[in-house]
């Protein structure tokens, strides 16, 4: 009779294969070495209180919350690359569908822009649920473990859920998370 765990060691056994010895040791030999620079850094930083040069202090400088806001939207507005937008699009489609599935929203609300951005204090739960649905090993409809067959993503997947629906409240709706919820970013 096999068990999951045969299939995890022999997984692992097949993995250790395409490893050599050579560069098992070239990365511990590296680790020693950051390990090494750090304790360096430490005792330097120990002794010399000015070893980190300190920031120097600049003039106040004036400018509107406003214009400054406008440089910094500007300055970031292409720091999201046209695929990531892409994905974070598909991302939020998929999000939406997510909900009306779970029957929370209404095929009709979910593709509403203005829906979203009156969001009712349940959405920190959906989203969760989302990334759960797609990242994690328990079924959010069922609460039991997921069959071993079905899709597995990564942990760098789940993070990137998150970020596309945070950059559709957060881009998209101008809205940010307080401690009470959503609120509407006044311009």
């Known amino acids: 009779m096999s068990t999951d765990s045969d299939g995890i060691t022999q997984a ?4 250790l294969q395409d490893i050599s010895i050579s560069e098992v040791t070239e990365d511990f030999e590296a680790e020693i070495e950051a390990i090494e620079n750090a304790l360096e850094v430490e005792d330097e930083a120990e002794a010399d209180s000015e070893y980190f040069e300190p920031v120097e202090v600049c003039k106040r400088r004036k400018v509107s919350e406003m214009d400054l806001e406008s440089r910094v939207e500007k300055a970031s507005e292409y720091v999201v690359i046209p695929r990531t937008l892409r994905d974070y699009i598909n991302i939020w489609t998929t999000f939406t569908e997510f909900v009306v599935l779970l ?3 209404s095929p009709h609300d979910a593709t509403r822009d203005e829906f979203w951005k009156t969001l009712p204090h349940q959405l920190p739960l959906w989203i ?3 990334i759960m649905s797609k ?7 069922t609460g039991a473990p997921k069959p071993p ?3 597995q993503t990564t ?3 789940a993070q990137k859920l998150r970020a596309a629906v945070s950059h559709k409240f957060g881009r998209g709706f101008k ?3 307080a401690v009470a919820g959503p609120v509407k970013v006044n311009k």
């Open 103 to 105: 029957g929370v929203v």
């Open 128 to 130: 969760t649920a989302f």
């Open 12 to 15: 692992i056994q097949n993995s």
């Open 175 to 177: 809205l940010v998370f």
């Open 149 to 151: 067959d079905s899709p």
């Open 155 to 157: 942990y760098a997947n």
């Open 135 to 141: 990242a994690d090993d328990i079924d959010v409809f």
